[in-house]
């Protein structure tokens, strides 16, 4: 593995953090709690989802398990990145 | 000072009470419930069947949000609504004194009268006890029988097959859930069924549960055994879930005298006949523009937005409740199925009494639309064409076009560049509601 490839994740990570954040449609959310339970560092998305508010927590990895995880597609990515590509 | 009192503990309950504290600083708030449990997502519960979340997971509030609202939480049954002296009476002897009051009872499941529904084995889906209650039979259980419709009887057919069990389904009819589905879509689900093992009886009735004795030598409490059909057929089984619908928590506010029908009416301001007296969530029955008609939702949303609307108008905002288009997302044998807006089944439905769990009345209106449809495998779209506006539409499988055929209905988007193109024998409808909302977004 050359040096390139092993950043390459990182770079992914940072570009997605850059360009996109967990928004909730909160009218099909049950707050079953099936995103908060997936979430690898504990955000309380369901929290967001019953507020309507897009989680904007800086440690949010962008990771996506609770995005595929609700049964009832609440949650979806949307990008924030203010200048298009 | 006012005195604030919201009976029941749900979505209605708990969001009503977030709104008062929200436009009421000082006001008193007063929740009554009778469940130990609390305040929990009652759809999460077939989760918790399903091993996706423990059920610690399923309790939204910790009890610092509780806390932050600043209210007494009591739990017991009230008993009466006393109108005249304006108090609740509580089984523990307390009469509760409330300037304006808030019914959000919510439903229960409807029970049957089949000989033997008292047997140990016997069970519903309609609170967490009932899921314990589940999960504790299921680590002995071999086999069990399903009796119902709907969402909530998938929801136990499901679930007791994840658990390991041998599942028979029985169905009245023909086909399942017939007054929301049409034809091809109860096939999908019923071949899903089968594929994952679940055996479904047709034509098929109970006629009785049969007990047994359990233990060492036949010792010990009865139990489920078996069951018969109304036509003579013997299933041994360890178990019997129900869920034939829900009704209504009603009472109270009948023997108050205040005007009820299926639930309890309420004007588009959410309030009873009883200016002092408001009702919301699944026990309320409401004014739905669409149909002109008044309807029950069994829905978490619109039971969330009418307890924020009743409360507003109890803190003396006058707020409007404005019905929405009756939206689900649920899953239907493991297949993602959106549900919105009128879908018109054309058949009666004989598993279910009235509404179940997760359904709303406006699904059953028959609209004067023409369905347009696509594919007849797992993931099938189809779409109620009405004169410029898509009334309803039912997604069950791919999900990606949930959210564009949802806004598309509720924003009730004129479909008129595409009407014809919609109503074309040879459509794909993907493909073209995809590319129309790109265009109207």
Redesign the interface.
Known sequence: MNLQQFFKPEQTRRSALSEGQVVP??????????C??HCPISIDV??HA?LGEPVKASRCLTCGECVARC????L?FERTSLFEK | MTNYVIIGTG?AGVSAAETLRKHDSQGKITLIGEERDGYY????LA?ILTS???ES????FSAEDFQHLKLRWVTDSAQKIDRQSHKILLSSGEALPYDRLLIATGAEARGTKVPGVELQGVVKLDNVEDARRILRLCKKARAAVVVGGGITALELVEGLIHLGLEVHFFLRGDRYWGNVLDETESKIVEHRLQEEGVVLHYHTELEEIIGKRGGLFGGGELRVGAVRTVAGENIPCDMVAIAIGIAPRIRLAKEAGLKTDRGVLVNEFLQTDDPNIYAAGDVAQVFDPVSGKTVIDSL??PARLQGQAAAMNMVGKRTVYRK?FA?N???LAGL?T?IIGAIGGREPDDDTIGIVRGDSETWREIPEAIAAQSNFDVNRIRLMVGENTLVGAILIGD?KL??PI?QLVARQVDITPIRAQLLSPDVRLGELIAAFWEHVR
């Open positions: 449609n909160s009218s099909r959310c049950v707050q079953c709690g099936i908060s339970y369901r929290r019953w049964p009832r597609g609440v979806r | 979505a997502s009652r759809p999460g989760y996706e979340i423990p997971q399923i309790f939204p978490w949303d929405e939206l997302v649920t899953r993602t959106t999900q949930s959210q949802h």
